[in-house]
């Protein structure tokens, strides 16, 4: 695991070089969810397999960005789950960015997930690693390294309220939820890069991030293996919630598909009581 981290801390470094210097134009290509891909999509995605092709205990990888697995090592014991560059449509504009990976062994579930790890590339480049039994841990880049700042614990009920999805495509149930912890006070925070916008609300204490099933999206958009799974347990380990629209924890996610997506809702205790409240779910 010590070498994945280091590999990781690497891969950020050149990634965040890329998002600096590179040509922000689209490629020629979409990935396997029909998007087109940036030609900064395309290279992250080639920086973080070529990193990873030379860490021996990598199995596989499966990139937000291609279809199906890709073998490294047939020896190796990790299958490596990444979305090399969430949030790029954010890039021309210059908000925040980030990486994420979920590291699992053996069939890809949340249950078998063993750590998992997001950097984001702001105006300045962090990276939150978790482990099994291990609050998170906070790096920060300070004179061109990583260095460890803190452990990351969540408030039991927080500030900040991260809607997605296009309101028009909300279920009633969760307009109402929204509006309701904006009467309570609640403040928005949205970007659109899940990224960002989950970091700042597990720094921040606490609030609720929803990216719910919609008319148009029964199924929500955020991706289980590269962005729910990594991020549910993310906030589990900091003291958090992470469930989706039934009340069943992300982390008992089972895949059918590398590319499944799925209702998604991060929190600190008291948001999700009250999504599920909103939800009609039994606490
Ligand atoms: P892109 O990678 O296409 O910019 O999408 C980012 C993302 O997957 C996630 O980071 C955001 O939370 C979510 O999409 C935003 O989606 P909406 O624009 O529908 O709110």
């Keep these: 695991m010590h070498t994945i981290i280091e590999t990781i801390k690497s891969i950020a470094f050149e990634i965040d070089q890329a998002i600096k210097t590179e040509d922000l134009g689209y490629s020629n290509s979409e990935n396997s969810s029909g998007e087109?891909?940036?030609?900064?999509?395309?290279?992250?995605?080639?920086?973080?397999?070529?990193?990873?092709?030379?860490?021996?205990?990598?199995?596989?990888?499966?990139?937000?960005?291609?279809?199906?697995?890709?073998?490294?090592?047939?020896?190796?014991?990790?299958?490596?789950?990444?979305?090399?560059?969430?949030?790029?449509?954010?890039?021309?504009?210059?908000?925040?960015?980030?990486?994420?990976?979920?590291?699992?062994?053996?069939?890809?579930?949340?249950?078998?997930?063993?750590?998992?790890?997001?950097?984001?590339?702001?105006?300045?480049?962090?990276?939150?690693?978790?482990?099994?039994?291990?609050?998170?841990?906070?790096?920060?880049?300070?004179?061109?390294?990583?260095?460890q700042i803190a452990e990351i614990t969540m408030e039991k009920k927080g500030k900040l309220n991260a809607p997605g999805g296009t309101q028009q495509h909300w279920e009633k149930h969760h307009k109402i939820l929204i509006d309701d912890l904006f009467a309570q006070g609640y403040r928005l925070r949205y970007s659109g890069g899940m990224v960002p916008d989950l970091h700042q609300i597990m720094l921040k204490g606490g609030g609720l991030f929803s990216y719910p099933g919609t008319s148009d999206k029964p199924e929500g958009k955020l991706r289980q293996l590269f962005e729910v799974i990594p991020f549910a347990f993310i906030y589990e380990q900091a003291g958090g919630e992470a469930i989706d629209d039934k009340g069943i924890r992300l982390m008992e996610l089972v895949p059918k598909h590398p590319h499944d997506t799925s209702p998604c809702f991060f929190g600190s205790v008291y948001e999700i009581d009250v999504m599920k409240k909103a939800y009609g779910i039994e606490a």
Excluded: W
């Design 36 to 147: 087109d891909q940036l030609k900064l999509d395309v290279q992250s995605d080639l920086i973080i397999e070529k990193a990873f092709a030379s860490v021996a205990v990598v199995k596989n990888l499966v990139s937000e960005e291609k279809e199906g697995v890709l073998e490294l090592h047939a020896e190796g014991k990790y299958t490596i789950c990444y979305d090399p560059l969430d949030g790029s449509s954010l890039v021309d504009v210059n908000l925040s960015v980030g990486s994420i990976f979920g590291i699992y062994e053996g069939v890809l579930k949340a249950q078998n997930l063993v750590a998992s790890a997001y950097v984001v590339y702001g105006p300045r480049v962090e990276l939150v690693i978790a482990q099994k039994s291990q609050k998170p841990m906070l790096y920060r880049v300070l004179n061109n390294a990583f260095k």
